[in-house]
């Protein structure tokens, strides 16, 4: 069992950066792949970006490579999502899911994740 916090959103102009947070309970975090997900309004929720268990696999959605990176400290039970560059379409609430099982490789697909926080609000202002 996982415990998902998201924190580090807020308002932004564009061209601005944030950094998301995702604090972790238990101690198997380190054992979980994670991903970040979002969710603007009136839209479904979409792929952001995925790290393995370790760390040293990651995916990104095409519409963030080269402006979001994911990282993870398993040390601190915390995964991070630098965003740069960020546009009004950016504007969503972002999710930091654990997958369902252990010592995954990171999947972009939504179905994949089984453990999820309340989300973090992040707007971009143009």
């Known amino acids: 069992q996982v415990q998902l916090v998201e924190s580090g959103g807020g308002l932004v102009q564009a061209g601005g950066s944030l950094r998301l947070s995702c604090a972790a309970s238990g101690r198997t975090f380190s054992r979980y792949a994670m991903g970040w997900f979002r969710q603007a309004p009136g839209k479904e929720r979409e792929f952001v970006a995925a790290?393995?268990?370790?760390?040293?696999?990651?995916d990104y959605a095409d519409s963030v490579k080269g402006r979001f990176t994911i990282s993870r400290d398993n040390a601190k039970n915390t995964v991070y999502l630098q965003m740069i560059s960020l546009t009004t379409e950016d504007t969503a609430v972002y999710y930091c899911p654990a997958e369902g099982r252990w010592y995954g490789l990171g999947s972009s697909s939504l179905e994949e994740y089984r453990y999820w926080g309340e989300g973090s609000r992040s707007t971009v202002s143009s």
């Open positions: 790290i393995s268990w370790s760390g040293g696999i990651t």
